[in-house]
């Protein structure tokens, strides 16, 4: 079954459509198609199998072929990730620079959710393995029979087997009992989740009931009333009467048998049962459903920034720093930008860019600061526990340490022991205690040494406990039973751990003043009773296990057994519906997990906890109680998912808590992550995706508030080249001067380096006045100082500066200047680079000679560097310019050559920015300085090809059709074959992109190569389809060219020409009177007159012919008047209608000058009179007037010094009677003949 997912993208502030960004997202979908890559592999993430896309109907058709399928993608699509993954996919680079717009975007994704669950439910059926509830009023009138189960209202029952009868076979999670089950008195739950648990963390008996449901109750904390008396039956349970108020110690959890509370009457403390109270005056933990305190969110969201937030800050610090103050600049060059033909549209929302910054007097009054509040921020790290909340205070005190001494004298002496016993007899917790609740056993330890091994020391604790027997220390036989118990866990021994924890629990008497102590025994213990199947014991201790693990905030983990226990009251919790424990559960286990380092098996859950936060969140709130977020996308990232791991983290909102991720780590994340999933092939080594930018900008926000400077230049140098690197030259220059004014508080070097990547931006945004005016003072603070480099790196800038300014004498002295300081310091690169510049600014003089002496100059030193991808790039610029220098001296060969260098070396570091820039010279080169048709074709589809890589659909399409008529050019069957193939592939870039005009264009393109294959039958089809692509936009002037152009196909072909006539005269004509455009319709009638010419017929090439000739009278152009009439002439010559032939040519030459103006004239007239010389003669038999008209054409003849010419006139002349070189005597005839023309034929 498919399940259709539609996209709608939407302006948050106007809760409506953005027509221009869908529109936008619809065309990158048409560009992609259903077989892309990285379409693909996104939905691969998402756990949805892609069946096909419907890019009009802005909609994704998927399918699912499993149960876990289902699950994964439902999770995504409730985490928000499936929306964001999208954004991700679909979004252009202009878009996310626009941080604007990027936050006021939103895009929603739809499915129909009960279809989705019906696919699920399907799935679940066929498996036949799954769990189901009771239906309430169904069970009991269903239960007859002697095998089916007695079942309960919402009990939880396993199905094992489903068949086609009216009942299945299933097992009850309450008594474990097992039988046939009506199907009607069932219902599968339809969580995917819960059928993941219940299946995979199975027990072996049945619930306890220990645990009831609850309503929308919230975990409260604070203080209650007392509802009734009670006497405890137990030391641990507190005794109270009505209308006492008490204390909540930790949380009270609704459905719970018990929770921990003092009474404030009697300062005593014990369990209290929950159903004695009244909540209703406690406080929640917070608005909308929170099941956790506020100390409790450090330690999972520490996880991800452990180590890592210090990573980012120097990941980024590395991509601020520059070499600039040491290494000079290349003219222009800036290896990693892009500088597009006209600038990006988020470039106009440049006033927006910098809102995020101080003022510059802010920035100013920050000089008198202090260095404390100049720090970067995150520099303290927060605890990771809570006991280290509790404890960091006392990091400085020494814990006591006991020596292991099995001296067997000592043995038996009471005074040995003393010390030991007097420390755990203590009868409250002390943070030395700490360790022997822990997960890691850190008592081994912290707490006692000279041990060789654990028997020993086990040997040494079961002394002490006999001591403490003896004795009658209470405490500090607890705490031995305790640590033994818990040593035999670790050993697996769980029988002599159960003895060791019960006898510490029959001892005990009194255990609330060390609460820890009192958790552990209890939690230990419940997790042996639950190994060893000991069902009686386990719900016995059960009810008050559970307050002490759940509702103790920052309890400390004594083992990994607890998870069992954990995962049993989560069942529970399932079972009967207690939403708010269910949540706290997941929490628990979820921190157990990580602290385990467990990440495979923590997923699952923290996921769940997400998805109960995001539907549980109060109205106008962003994250729910645990922002989970940063830690799922951490653990997204190892598990290498790139797509859902950056979703999750640009969905986390950083918080104000101590040790959770900031704005920085997310920044940092953004940046590594966005990095990793567009891959080398769209970024450099050193590239900033773009859509980093607004969590950069956030982070620079973040900085701005907390008053950290050094991160904030280090941001504003980032924004700067991440703006550089995508051609927002004005947002690259205002964070460069942001930089440069917060590097001024920092110090000297800072201040220098970031003025110079000042001056270095204002150079490449072509503003050389600005960057003079910040490089002469950096020059002048540099007199008089012993530094060398960053003199010459000035100097350096400065020259190019002075060079766009035309001041040449000054740049060429400032660029000798660098070239000095580079040879005093041995920087052969800088020498290099000098010699590159003053070369790129003799060729831009006109001294080619000069500039091509240094170039080479230059190259050479390059050679010796070359190894380094920066270096390599450098010279390849460098090639370019030499190779401008020796075609500008007519050295084609030497050019050739530079330009392939140039490309080897971009093929080389698979660079492929700077092979496209390199192939589109070279492209240039082939086609225009030194035709080759060949290697014109190969650079081309090398320009195609990159094109295709770099994923730019348009540059794509203009190649491939550049490409087409260049093997249209070869004209060979296999050539043309290939020419159509690119045609083709250009015409479904132009489709997907929903370009029509282009469109209309490749779709005529294709019927044109059609027409050379002579596959006629298709030609037609093609011109339809480009001309009804152009009338359905109702672009009528570009449906008119098409009507002409394929009728100029059979016009100029040697097939089917009469087939243009349908073209001409019923398409392209109604269009042009249409639209008025009555030099179109003009050029349309000569041309169907000269193709009637030429198929003979004659009398429709009259009637085009005159219409023509009134058009040109009306037009007034006098060389379509003049062509007009000459077709005309031609008509009527055809038709045996000599004297108005003889008219309309004489009317065309009057047109022409007297004076002839060119060569092509004089033939013109040459040929013209000839024609009328041989018509008066033969046909009107006007020996006189032919003579004239021969004459004539002899001095047209004359004036092209054409001698055969006047050779053939002469002898015509000959052959005339009385004509000059004619028989002498014989006089020529003359006949007085009508002028149609001279009398009254001027209209036509």
């Not at 398409?1067 to 007159?1089: C, D, I, M, S, Y």
Request: aromatic letters at 10%; proline letters at 4%.
């Amino acid at each position: 079954q498919e399940l259709s997912l539609s996209f709608s993208v939407e302006s948050r502030s106007c809760r409506c459509r953005n027509s221009q960004l869908q529109e936008a997202a619809r065309k990158k979908l048409w560009a992609l198609g259903s077989d892309d890559r990285s379409v693909c592999a996104l939905f691969k993430e998402l756990s949805a199998r892609l069946v096909g896309m419907q890019a009009h109907e802005d909609r994704f058709l998927l399918t699912f072929k499993t149960l876990e399928e289902v699950w994964r993608f439902s999770t995504y699509l409730t985490l928000g990730y499936v929306g964001t993954c999208l954004e991700q996919l679909l979004f252009a680079q202009e878009f996310w620079l626009d941080c604007a717009l990027v936050e006021d975007t939103e895009l929603r994704v739809t499915v129909d959710e009960e279809h989705l669950a019906t696919i699920y439910m399907a799935l679940l059926l066929q498996e036949g393995n799954f769990f189901c509830r009771a239906v309430p009023g169904v069970c009991k009138l269903e239960q007859e029979g002697e095998e089916g189960l007695q079942l309960c209202r919402n009990e939880l029952i396993h199905v094992k087997s489903v068949g086609q009868d009216s009942k299945w076979e299933g097992m009850s999670l309450l008594t474990g009992q097992r039988g046939m089950v009506p199907v009607t008195a069932l219902e599968p739950i339809p969580h995917p989740f819960y059928q993941w648990f219940l299946r995979n963390y199975a027990v072996s008996f049945g619930l306890s009931q220990e645990i009831s449901g609850t309503s929308s109750r919230a975990i409260v904390r604070g203080r209650c009333i007392a509802t009734k008396d009670h006497r405890g039956a137990a030391w641990d349970e507190l005794s109270f009467s009505k209308g006492d108020p008490i204390e909540i110690i930790g949380f009270f959890i609704p459905g719970l048998p018990w929770f921990v509370g003092k009474s404030l009457s009697t300062r005593s403390i014990g369990f209290v049962p929950t159903q004695h109270v009244n909540p209703e005056a406690c406080e929640p933990l917070g608005k909308g459903f929170v099941f956790l305190s506020e100390e409790e969110k450090c330690p999972v969201l520490h996880i991800p920034c452990n180590g890592d937030e210090q990573h980012f800050a120097t990941l980024l610090g590395d991509l601020a720093h520059t070499d600039i103050t040491s290494v000079y600049r290349l003219a222009g060059f800036e290896p990693t930008a892009v500088f597009p033909q006209v600038p990006p549209e988020a470039a106009l929302h440049g006033s927006r860019e910098i809102q995020v910054l101080q003022s510059w007097e802010e920035i100013n009054d920050w000089a008198t600061s202090s260095t404390s509040e100049l720090s970067s921020p995150g520099s303290e790290t927060a605890p990771a526990t809570l006991e280290d909340v509790l404890l960091e205070k006392l990091d400085d005190l020494d814990y006591p340490k006991f020596f292991i001494d099995l001296n067997a004298g000592h043995m038996e002496d009471a005074d040995v022991f003393d010390p030991i016993l007097t420390f755990l007899n203590q009868d409250s917790f002390v943070p030395s205690f700490q360790s022997f609740y822990d997960l890691s056993f850190s008592f081994l330890h912290s707490t006692f040494y000279g041990f060789s091994d654990e028997d020993e020391l086990v040997l040494y604790l079961e002394t002490s406990r006999n001591w403490a027997k003896r004795t009658g220390s209470v405490w500090a036989h607890a705490r031995l039973c305790f640590l033994l118990g818990k040593l035999c866990i670790k050993k697996v021994k769980f029988s002599q751990a159960r003895v060791y924890l019960e006898e510490a629990m029959s001892v005990l008497d009194r255990g609330f003043g060390d609460l820890p102590l009192l958790a552990a025994l209890h939690v230990s213990l419940a997790s042996v009773y639950l190994k060893q199947n000991m069902k009686h014991k386990f719900s016995s201790l059960l009810g008050k296990t559970v307050t002490l693990l759940v509702c103790l905030p920052g309890r400390s983990f004594s083992s990994e057994n607890e998870l069992e226990l954990l995962t049993y009251i989560l069942r529970e919790s399932i079972a009967v519906g207690n939403a708010p424990l269910e949540a706290r559960i997941c929490f628990l286990i979820a921190k157990l997990f990580l602290q385990l380092g467990r990440t495979e098996e923590v997923l699952p859950f923290l996921e769940h906890l997400q998805c109960l936060s995001s539907t549980w969140l109060s109205p106008g709130t962003r994250a729910g109680p645990l922002d989970a977020a940063a830690t799922l996308g951490y653990l997204y990232d190892k598990k290498c998912l790139p797509n859902i791991a950056l979703a999750s983290v640009r969905s986390f909102v950083p918080s104000s808590a101590k040790g959770t991720p900031t704005p920085i780590w997310r920044a940092g994340f953004i940046l590594q992550a966005a990095s990793k999933l567009l891959g080398k092939q769209q970024l450099g080594r050193s590239s900033i995706p773009a859509l980093a930018c607004l969590y950069l900008r956030q982070a620079l926000q973040f900085c701005c508030e907390s008053r950290a400077v050094p991160m904030q230049r280090t941001l504003c140098a980032v924004l700067s080249r991440t703006c550089l690197q995508h051609g927002l030259l004005d947002g690259a220059v205002r964070y460069a001067a942001r930089a440069a004014a917060l590097g001024r508080l920092l110090g000297e070097e800072e201040a220098f380096e970031s003025s110079l990547c000042l001056g270095w931006v204002y150079l490449l945004q072509q503003r050389p006045g600005p960057a003079g005016d910040v490089l002469r003072p950096l020059l002048r603070s540099l007199r008089g100082t012993a530094g060398q480099n960053p003199g010459g790196a000035v100097h350096n800038l400065l020259a190019v500066a002075l060079g766009a300014q035309g001041h040449v004498q000054e740049a060429a002295e400032n660029f000798l200047r660098a070239l000095h300081k580079a040879k005093e310091t041995g920087g052969r690169r800088n020498q290099a680079v000098a010699l590159a510049n003053l070369g790129q600014l003799s060729l831009s003089c006109g001294a080619a000679q000069l500039a091509e002496l240094y170039l080479l100059w230059s190259v050479r030193l390059y050679a010796e560097l070359q190894g380094h991808q920066e270096l390599d790039m450098e010279l390849a610029h460098v090639l370019l310019w030499l190779a401008q220098a020796t075609v500008d001296r007519q050295r084609t060969e030497d050019a050739k050559l530079c330009y392939e260098l140039a490309l080897g070396f971009g093929l080389k570091w698979q660079n492929l920015r700077s092979q496209l820039h390199v192939t589109e010279r070279l492209c240039h080169f082939y086609s225009r300085v030194c035709p080759d048709l060949r290697a014109c074709i190969t650079y081309h589809e090398h320009w195609a090809s990159l094109a295709r890589q770099l994923q730019d659909r348009e540059l794509e399409a203009s190649a491939r059709q550049a490409l087409s008529q260049l093997y249209q050019a070869v004209g060979t069957p296999e050539a043309l074959r290939q020419s159509l193939d690119c045609t083709k592939q250009s015409l479904r870039i132009f489709i997907d992109l929903e370009e029509a005009a282009k469109a209309a264009e490749a779709w005529l393109q294709a019927g044109k190569l059609y027409y050379l294959l002579q596959e006629d039958e298709l030609v037609e089809m093609y011109f339809q389809a480009a001309i009804q692509t152009a009338l359905k936009g109702d672009n009528f002037s570009l449906a008119m060219d098409l009507y002409e152009k394929a009728g100029d196909t059979f016009f100029n072909g040697s097939r089917s020409r009469a087939r243009a006539v349908e073209f001409y005269r019923g398409g392209a004509v109604p269009l042009a009177r249409k639209l008025k455009a009555t030099q179109t319709e003009l050029r349309l009638f000569n041309k169907l007159a000269e193709l009637q010419i030429s198929l003979q017929g004659y009398e429709k090439a009259l009637e085009f012919a005159t219409l023509a000739a009134r058009l040109s009278l009306r037009v007034g152009d006098q060389l379509q008047e003049l062509v007009a009439f000459h077709r005309l002439a031609t008509a009527y010559d055809l038709l045996h209608m000599h004297e108005m032939a003889e008219d309309c040519y004489l009317k065309t030459l009057a047109m022409r000058p007297p004076v002839l103006q060119s060569s092509a004239e004089a033939l013109y007239y040459c040929k013209v009179y000839w024609h009328l010389g041989n018509l008066t003669l033969h046909k009107l038999k006007d020996e006189q007037d032919a003579a004239s008209y021969f004459l004539l054409a002899l001095a047209a003849a004359a004036e092209l010094g054409d001698q055969e010419l006047q050779a053939l006139l002469r002898a015509k002349l000959g052959a005339i009677p009385g004509a000059p070189g004619g028989p002498e005597g014989t006089p020529g005839c003359a006949t007085d003949r009508p002028r149609w023309l001279s009398q009254g034929g001027h209209v036509v």
